[in-house]
C-alpha cells in the first residue's frame, strides 16, 4: 500500500500520539478505574470503616444491650439488642459483600465477627445472671474487640493494602505508562525509525543517487523499501535517471554521432586540408607547368623563329642544356649519308674527341639514335663522364634524347653531375624538348635543303644561263665565221687563193657549229631518257680508223697512232655513238694538247666481256682536283694554261652517258702538265641496251646469261670468291666488293643487272641500308637485289624488294636459279615463241599472277608473244608457292 | 696609217676580221686574250680596237673600262663584239665606255664601214 509520507508519518504520529493518546488515556481510564477503584475501595473502605465503625457501634450496643438485659433483663434492651444485632448483622452483611475480595477480612469476619455475632445471638437470652458468661463475655467481647481491631487493622490494612496497592498500581501503571510512553516513545522513534527508515534510506539511495548524479553518473536506484512519495521521488528520480540516461544516451549517441560528426568533419577538414594542399600543390605544379610551358612554348617559339641551322642548334643545345639543368652535354647531327652522328656543339666534355662521330651501332648515342627512344642511364654507365672538382669521376647521370621527326636527325646526349638519375618525368620532359627541337630542327635542315635546292636550282639556273651564254656563244661564233666568210666571199670577191682559205673556214665552222648542236641536243636528250640506241655489231678498230681520218684532218700539229689488238670479237652496240664518243675524245685530245704531239688511239680486250678504247694525248693533262668533276655536264677546268680552248663542258658529260647507255664505263687518268688517257669500256654483248627499248620491240630477251653484269656485296672473300665462280660459270660478268659505301658507287657506275647483297657488311651501312638506298634511288630502284644472309628474314627482305632471299649456306646451283630467275623477270620482258592461241592472253596473265608476276602488257607479235612485266611489282618466292 | 688592234679569243673570228679588213688602209694586229691585248695596247698604240667580249681572264668589258679609264687611252676607239644577244650587254658596253657595239654574227662589211666612218 502505498502510502505517502505524510501519511506514513502522520499514520505515524498518528498512531504514536494515539497509542501514546490510548495510553495516557489508558492509563488515565486506568488511573481513574483505579482510582475509581481505589475511590470505591476507599469508600468501600470508609463504608467498610464506617460500616465497621457501626458495627463496632451496634456491636457494642448489642453488647451492652446483652450485658444490660442480663444485668436487666430488661426486654427493651433485648429488642435493642436484636436491633443492634439486626443492625450489625446488617453492617456485617454489607460489609462482607464489601470484603468479598479480602478473604482475610472477610475470614475475619467469617470467623470472628459473624461467630460472635452468633455467640451474643446465641447468648443473650441465656446470660442472664450468668457470670460465666459474662466472663465468656468479657472475653469474647474482649476477642471481639481484638477481632474488631484485628478486622478493623484488617480493613485498614486492607485498605491499605489495597489502597497500596491501588497506589502501587497506580505508580505501577504509571510506571508502565511512563516505561510505555517511554517504549512508544521509544518504539514511535524506532517505528519512526523504521517507517523513516526505508525512507530515509531510500531518501539516501535517492541523495546518494541524486548526489552521484549531480556528479554525472546516473544510475537507476533498484531498490526502494517504501513506497510512499519517496518511491514516486524514487520512480521520478528514476523517470529522470532513466530519462537522464536516455537523454544521456540520447546525447551520448548524439555526441558519438557528433563526435562521428565531428570526426567525420574533421576528417572531412583534414581531407579538405589535404585537397588543399593538393590543390594547392597542383597549383603550384600547374604554376610550375604553366612556367615549364611558357618556358617550353617561349622556347619552341625562339626554335621555331631560328631557321638558320647553327643558331638553331645553338639555341636548342643551351635551352635543352638549362632545362635538364646538366652541365655535360653534346649535340649530334645525324648524317643519313654516311650514317653517323656528327657532333656539332658540346659542353664539359672530358675527351670530346672520342665522341666527334659516333655511328648507329656505337655507344649509347648511336643506340638511342638507332632504337629511337629516350636512353637515361646513370653513373658509371654513362660515356659523357667528366672528371668531379676534386679529380674523381663525377657522378653523372646521362640522358640520350633521339631527335626524331619522321627519319632520325640527331641526337641530344645530356649529363648531370650530381645527380642520381633522371626521374621519369625528367624524361619525358626533356623527351618532349627533345621532340620540339627535332620539328624545329627538321624545319631548319628542310628549309636548308630548300634554300640549298633553291641554291642549287639557281646554281643550275646559272649555270644553264651561262651555258645557254656559252652554248650561244659557241653557236653564234661559228656562225659569225661562217656568215662573215660567205658575205666576204659574196661582196669583196676575193681571189681564188683567199677564197679557197675562206671556204675552208666555213666548212670547218659549220662542222663545228654542227658537232656543237650535235652535244647540245644528245645531252638533252640523254638527260630526258629519248636517246635512240641502235645496236648492230660493230668492227670497233675500223671505227676508230674511220674517226681518226675525221680528226686527222683538223690539226697539222698532232700525229695519230692507231694500236688495235689482233682478233678482237665485234661488239654489239651503236656505231654512231661510239663514234660521237670518240670525236668527242679526240678533238678533245687535240684541243687539250695545243702544242701538237703525239695522240694514240689503243682498242684492246680488257676482259671476258669487254673491250676497252684508251685515246691518250701528251697535252695539258687534267689536274687531280678536277679529275672527279671532268665528267660533269658543264665543268670545265678553268686553269690559265686552258683559257683560251673553251668549250661547252659537255663533251665529257655526253661521252660519259652515253657510254653508261651503251652499257660501258668511261674513266681517265691524267698529270697536270704530262697528258691524259680518257679509257672507256664497251660490253661485248649487251643486253642492257634494252632498258632503253620502248615497248614493242622486237627482241626477245634471252634468258641466257649473256654478259650481265652481277654485283656481289659480301664481306667474306671466300664466299664471295665462291659466289663469282659460280656465276662467271654461268656466263655472267661479275664485280664484287665487300663494303657499303663501295658497292653503292661501284652499282651507280656500272648499272649491274642484278645485285647479290649480303646483309652484315663492315663499316657504315648494312644490307639493309644498302639495299633503302638503292630503292630509294630512281637510277637504281630497278636493279633486282638477291639477297644472301646467314639471317632468315626472308619476308622482310621481300617486302623491303629485294627479288629473292638466299639463306647461307645455299648451292651454287641455288645462286645461279635465283639470278637466272631473278633476270628473267628483272628484265621485264619474255618472249614466248611458237604458237599463238587467239585468247592466250588471260591464262598467261593468271598464271603469271598466280607466280607473283604483275603483267603490265601483252604484245602479239607474229611468231612471238611479248610478255611485259612490271619490275617493282615482282615478288619471286612468295609463301604460297615454294 | 691607222692601227686597229682586234682581240678575240677565237682564231676564225680572227681570221675573219682581218680578212675583212686586209685590203683597206690599216695596219692590223691581232691579241687572243684581254692580257695580251692590253700589253699589246701598250706596246702599238692602237687607234682602234675590235674586241670580243667573252674571253677568258680579262674580259671585254673590263679591258675596255681599263682603257677607257686611263687617260693616255681613253681615246683609242673601241668597239665591242658579243656573242650575246641581250638588252644588258648593249647597256655594259655603254657603260664599259665602248664606242660602238656589234653582235655576232655580224656583217663584215658593215663593221668595216663603222670603222671607216671613226677613222
Given at each position: 500500500m502505498k502510502l505517502k509520507i505524510q501519511t506514513k508519518i502522520s499514520l505515524g504520529f498518528f498512531s504514536v500520539i494515539t497509542a501514546m493518546a490510548l495510553l495516557i488515556i489508558g492509563g488515565q481510564i486506568y488511573t481513574n478505574i483505579i482510582t475509581t477503584q481505589a475511590r470505591t475501595a476507599a469508600n468501600r473502605y470508609s463504608d467498610a470503616v464506617n460500616l465497621d465503625a457501626k458495627l463496632i457501634v451496634e456491636i457494642r450496643s448489642a453488647e451492652t444491650a446483652v450485658k444490660d438485659f442480663w444485668a436487666e433483663g430488661d426486654n427493651l434492651r433485648l429488642v435493642a439488642f436484636r436491633n443492634s444485632l439486626q443492625k450489625s448483622r446488617r453492617y456485617l452483611g454489607q460489609l462482607k459483600e464489601l470484603l468479598t475480595k479480602d478473604t482475610k477480612a472477610a475470614a475475619i469476619i467469617n470467623d470472628s465477627i459473624e461467630p460472635y455475632l452468633d455467640y451474643l445471638d446465641s447468648v443473650v437470652s441465656k446470660g442472664k445472671g450468668n457470670q460465666q458468661l459474662t466472663k465468656n463475655l468479657r472475653r469474647r467481647i474482649n476477642s471481639s474487640i481484638k477481632a474488631e481491631s484485628l478486622f478493623f487493622d484488617q480493613l485498614g490494612a486492607m485498605n491499605s493494602q489495597t489502597m497500596n496497592s491501588y497506589i502501587n498500581l497506580s505508580r505501577r501503571i504509571f510506571k508502565i505508562t511512563f516505561m510505555l510512553i517511554l517504549a512508544i516513545a521509544l518504539l514511535s522513534i524506532i517505528v519512526g525509525h523504521l517507517i523513516t527508515k526505508s525512507t530515509t534510506a531510500s531518501l539516501r539511495i535517492l541523495t546518494k543517487g541524486i548526489r552521484s548524479a549531480s556528479t554525472g553518473k546516473y544510475v537507476l536506484i533498484e531498490?526502494?523499501?517504501?513506497?510512499d512519495e519517496v518511491k514516486d521521488l524514487v520512480i521520478a528520480f528514476n523517470h529522470l535517471v532513466t530519462t537522464v540516461q536516455t537523454n544521456e544516451t540520447v546525447l551520448q549517441h548524439k555526441n558519438e554521432e557528433l563526435q562521428a560528426q565531428d570526426e567525420e568533419l574533421t576528417a572531412q577538414n583534414e581531407e579538405i586540408l589535404a585537397q588543399q594542399e593538393e590543390l594547392q600543390q597542383a597549383i603550384a605544379s600547374l604554376t610550375k607547368h604553366e612556367e615549364l610551358l611558357s618556358g617550353l612554348y617561349k622556347f619552341s617559339q625562339t626554335l621555331t623563329q631560328t631557321i638558320e641551322l647553327d643558331d638553331l642548334m645553338e639555341i636548342a643545345f643551351n635551352g635543352i642544356l638549362n632545362e635538364a639543368e646538366a652541365q655535360i652535354g653534346a649535340f649530334f647531327l645525324y648524317n643519313s649519308e654516311s650514317g653517323m652522328l656528327e657532333m656539332k656543339n658540346r659542353i664539359g666534355l672530358l675527351h670530346p674527341e672520342k665522341l666527334s662521330n659516333i655511328s648507329l651501332n656505337n655507344s649509347l648515342t648511336g643506340r638511342a639514335g638507332l632504337q629511337k627512344k629516350v636512353l637515361a642511364v646513370s653513373f658509371p654507365e654513362g660515356q659523357l663522364r667528366s672528371i668531379g672538382l676534386r679529380g674523381e669521376l663525377a657522378m653523372a647521370s646521362e640522358i640520350y634524347l633521339p631527335l626524331f621527326h619522321g627519319e632520325l636527325l640527331g641526337v641530344i646526349a645530356l649529363g648531370c653531375t650530381g645527380k642520381k638519375e633522371f626521374s621519369v618525368e625528367e624524361q619525358k620532359r626533356l623527351s618532349s624538348l627533345a621532340d620540339q627541337i627535332a620539328v624545329a630542327l627538321h624545319n631548319s635542315l628542310a628549309h636548308l635543303e630548300i634554300r640549298r635546292s633553291l641554291e642549287r636550282i639557281q646554281e643550275v639556273d646559272q649555270l644553264k644561263s651561262e651555258l645557254i651564254n656559252t652554248v650561244s656563244h659557241e653557236l653564234r661564233t661559228p656562225l659569225a665565221s661562217i656568215y662573215g666568210f660567205a658575205e666576204l666571199l659574196l661582196q669583196k670577191h676575193p681571189g681564188e687563193t683567199k677564197a679557197q682559205k675562206y671556204i675552208t673556214t666555213i666548212y670547218n665552222e659549220s662542222l663545228r657549229l654542227s658537232g656543237l648542236i650535235n652535244n647540245f641536243l644528245d645531252l638533252q636528250r640523254i638527260e630526258n631518257r629519248h636517246l635512240e640506241i641502235n645496236t648492230t655489231l660493230v668492227d670497233l678498230c675500223a671505227l676508230v680508223k674511220s674517226s681518226v681520218e675525221i680528226y686527222q684532218g683538223q690539226s697539222s700539229l698532232h700525229d695519230f697512232k692507231i694500236n688495235c689488238e689482233p682478233d678482237l670479237p665485234q661488239i654489239n652496240t651503236d656505231s654512231d655513238r661510239v663514234a660521237q664518243v670518240l670525236g668527242n675524245l679526240l678533238s678533245n685530245a687535240i684541243k687539250y694538247s695545243p702544242a701538237g704531239g703525239l695522240i694514240e688511239i689503243t682498242v684492246y680486250r680488257s676482259s671476258v666481256k669487254e673491250v676497252a678504247v684508251a685515246v691518250k694525248d701528251h697535252g695539258l693533262g687534267i689536274p687531280a682536283d678536277a679529275i672527279p668533276n671532268i665528267f660533269h655536264p658543264f665543268f670545265r677546268v678553268d686553269n690559265s694554261d686552258r683559257r683560251?680552248?673553251?668549250?661547252?663542258?659537255?663533251g665529257l658529260a655526253i661521252c660519259h652517258k652515253m657510254i653508261r647507255v651503251l652499257g660501258g664505263d668511261i674513266g681517265v687518268r691524267s698529270e697536270h702538265g704530262k697528258g691524259s688517257v680518257f679509257t672507256f669500256l664497251l660490253p661485248i654483248n649487251n643486253a642492257s641496251a634494252i632498258r632503253e627499248r620502248t615497248a614493242g620491240g622486237e627482241e626477245t630477251t634471252a634468258t641466257?646469261?649473256?654478259d650481265k653484269l652481277i654485283v656481289v656485296v659480301e664481306d667474306d672473300p671466300a664466299m664471295a670468291e665462291l659466289m663469282e665462280e659460280s656465276l662467271n660459270s654461268a656466263g655472267y660478268r661479275t664485280q664484287f666488293t665487300d663494303n657499303g659505301p663501295e658497292a653503292l658507287a661501284l652499282i651507280e657506275r656500272q648499272?649491274?643487272?642484278?645485285i647479290i647483297l649480303d646483309l652484315i657488311l663492315p663499316g657504315p651501312y648494312d644490307g639493309w641500308e644498302i639495299m633503302r638506298r638503292l630503292k630509294k634511288d630512281k637510277s637504281t630502284a630497278d636493279i633486282p637485289i638477291i639477297i644472301s644472309s646467314s639471317l632468315d628474314q626472308k619476308r622482310q627482305g621481300l617486302e623491303l624488294g629485294a627479288a629473292d632471299y638466299l639463306v647461307k649456306p645455299f648451292s651454287s646451283n641455288k645462286l645461279v636459279e635465283s639470278v637466272n630467275k631473278v633476270l628473267t623477270i628483272a628484265s621485264g620482258v619474255i618472249g614466248l615463241p611458237g604458237q599463238r592461241r587467239p585468247d592466250i592472253e588471260g591464262p598467261i596473265t593468271d598464271l603469271l599472277k598466280a607466280k607473283g608476276f604483275v603483267v603490265k602488257e601483252i604484245i602479239k607479235e607474229p611468231d612471238l608473244l611479248v610478255v611485259v612485266l612490271d619490275n617493282s611489282a615482282v615478288h619471286i618466292g612468295s609463301e604460297s608457292n615454294k | 696609217m691607222a692601227k686597229i688592234l682586234i682581240v678575240d679569243d677565237e682564231p676564225a673570228i680572227r681570221f675573219l676580221i682581218s680578212s675583212a679588213l686586209e685590203d683597206e688602209s690599216y695596219e692590223l694586229f691581232e691579241a687572243a686574250d684581254g692580257k695580251e691585248a692590253y700589253d699589246l695596247v701598250g706596246s702599238i698604240k692602237p687607234d682602234l680596237i675590235i674586241l670580243d667580249v667573252m674571253m677568258p681572264g680579262l674580259t671585254g668589258y673590263e679591258l675596255c673600262a681599263k682603257l677607257k679609264q686611263n687617260p693616255a687611252t681613253q681615246s683609242i676607239i673601241i668597239i665591242m663584239l658579243t656573242a650575246k644577244g641581250q638588252e644588258q650587254d648593249k647597256l655594259q658596253s655603254r657603260q664599259a665606255g665602248a664606242d660602238h657595239y656589234l653582235r655576232k654574227p655580224f656583217s663584215p662589211m658593215e663593221l668595216l664601214s663603222i670603222i671607216n666612218t671613226y677613222m
Open positions: 531498490e526502494i523499501q517504501t513506497s683560251q680552248i673553251g668549250g661547252t663542258g659537255l641466257s646469261p649473256g648499272s649491274p643487272e642484278a | -
